[in-house]
């Protein structure tokens, strides 16, 4: 991947005054300079996150990678281009991310949903008042033997 085995330079954690194990891979570097950058020290998280969001990152590139070649395949073009990862990553992101409703469409609901008042409970005092009997999973659900059809013999 590196040609003449040069990594590009990038400022490492061991010059941003944290602790880098010296052929650290470019990519852990940037992971740790980010956690870094979001204020996190060296000894503030575990060392394996840095794995883990690379294992992440890994796993989603080769994901939108792989949807771009089946986009690529689908349209018969002889290479991969921008729009198919461009597609991808969209396609990625509108299965993957959604939006919560709006706040006000939250709290349309909630009073919609409250004026329904509560059912009364019937339980003797001093006992556990438990939903109603449809409510419950205690209730029979299923039949053992299918209800037999009444035949007209003569």
């Known amino acids: 991947m590196d040609s003449g085995g040069v990594r590009p330079s990038l400022p490492s954690a061991a010059a941003a005054g944290g602790t880098s194990v010296p052929d650290e891979p470019r990519d852990a570097r940037v992971v740790r300079e980010l956690l870094r950058s979001m204020g996190l ?21 080769g994901d939108v990678l792989g ?12 290479q991969l281009d921008a729009d ?34 509560l059912p009364k409970s019937i339980a003797p005092p001093g ?3 438990l939903p109603p009997e449809q409510d419950t999973l205690l209730s029979e659900n299923y039949q053992l033997l299918p209800a037999l059809k009444a035949t007209n013999s003569d």
Not at 41 to 61: K, M, R, S, T
Not at 67 to 78: E, F, I, L, N, S
Not at 87 to 113: D, G, T, Y
């Open 41 to 61: 020290g060296e000894g503030e998280y575990e060392p394996h996150v840095v794995h883990q969001f690379l294992d992440l990152a890994y796993h989603y590139v």
């Open 67 to 78: 949807d771009a070649q089946v986009y690529t395949d689908h349209a018969a073009k002889p």
């Open 84 to 117: 198919d990862v461009r597609l991808a990553i969209q396609a990625k992101v509108n299965l993957s991310f959604s939006q919560p409703p709006p706040r006000e469409v939250l709290l349309e609901l909630a009073r919609s949903r409250n004026k329904i008042p």
């Open 127 to 129: 006992s556990i008042p």
